[in-house]
């Protein structure tokens, strides 16, 4: 197998026609321990491991400022929460099929994203993307790796502490956004008034507040930290704080497309496994808890729905 820094789970990937083979081989050098899992081959692979199969590539999607899911390190190297399980599903990918792949990095925006996956520029959207109703009935997700809501950003001093002070507001939101949709449903709801401008990326909505151009940016709060972490004292992060109620529940998971059920059951399996042995909560100290490659940290503990999520996530289904 190629060599990776993620582990490389063999999993027991139960689809119909396939044929028991050999034990899990040994983890490699640094990747966590985990438990022994049964090598599984197809007699006929379909949908995208079938191409992987023939192209021996996967296209991994990612953001250059969703931080600390998928962003860009100072080698412009995709990094983060959601590239590592990513990598995690490619090692799957890879056992599965029986070959090594070769990674594509597809820069995606929070606008592209979905299309991306839906005409199959992308194979694993790896970012920040909320999973709902309405996106389900065009692409298909993982189990939450994250949950999240709509919070907004203002300059320090800001009179702006809840929603209904946003009521004739100038107020950035990114295109493409679960956010874009709550904001507009909140204004028509209570008659505000808001001025949304729609940007193209979390860094110019945090670069209009910082201006002076909007009285606040809203996104998800995670998202929000993100920039704060990003931008430190020397950047401005010290003079922009986060304010208000949640106004919107975001899960995030992973996007790949729709119609292709060994895609998904293998998606399934290998977040189960991940759960199981610890390893999302392994991630999720790394880059929550621990410096990012900026040297800042966002000292976000898990969340106890997440933590309930992972643990309904480790159990096998029967």
Not at 23 to 43: C, K, M, V
Request: neutral net charge; aromatic residues 8%.
């Amino acid at each position: 197998m190629a060599s990776r820094t993620v582990w490389k789970p063999l999993l027991a990937f139960c689809a119909a026609g396939a044929l028991l083979t050999g034990p899990a081989g040994a983890q490699e050098s640094g990747a966590s321990s985990l438990p022994d899992a049964a090598r599984i081959t197809f007699t006929t692979l379909t949908g995208k491991l079938a191409k992987a199969r023939s192209t021996g590539s996967v296209a991994l999607g990612y953001r250059e400022d969703a931080i600390p899911f998928s962003f860009l390190n100072a080698r412009k190297q995709p990094v983060g929460y959601s590239i590592e399980l990513c990598k995690a599903l490619v090692s799957s990918i890879e056992d599965a099929i029986e070959r090594t792949v070769d990674i594509q990095w597809v820069p995606v925006t929070a606008d592209s994203r979905i299309d991306a996956v839906v005409t199959g520029r992308v194979d694993l959207e790896c970012g920040s993307t909320t999973s709902n109703v309405e996106r389900q009935k065009r692409v298909a997700f993982s189990p939450v790796i994250f949950v999240a809501g709509t919070k907004v950003m203002v300059k320090w001093g800001s009179p702006i502490s809840s929603f209904r002070d946003l009521a004739g507001r100038t107020v950035a939101v990114t295109a493409g956004t679960t956010n874009e949709k709550a904001l507009r449903d909140l204004d028509q709801k209570f008659k505000l008034g808001m001025r949304l401008q729609v940007v193209n990326t979390h860094a110019d909505g945090y670069a209009r507040v910082t201006r002076g151009e909007a009285d606040a940016f809203a996104t998800d709060d995670v998202l929000l930290y993100g920039l704060l972490a990003q931008h430190g004292k020397a950047g401005g992060g010290a003079e922009m704080v986060v304010v208000g109620d949640y106004l919107s529940y975001d899960p995030y998971a992973i996007m790949f497309r729709k119609d292709d059920p060994q895609l998904a059951q293998l998606v399934k399996d290998s977040f189960q496994v991940l759960a199981e042995d610890g390893e999302i909560e392994r991630q999720y100290r790394r880059w929550f808890l621990r410096k990012l490659p900026t040297g800042a940290s966002l000292d976000l503990p898990m969340s106890a729905q997440l933590q309930t999520l992972i643990e309904t996530m480790a159990i096998k289904s029967q």
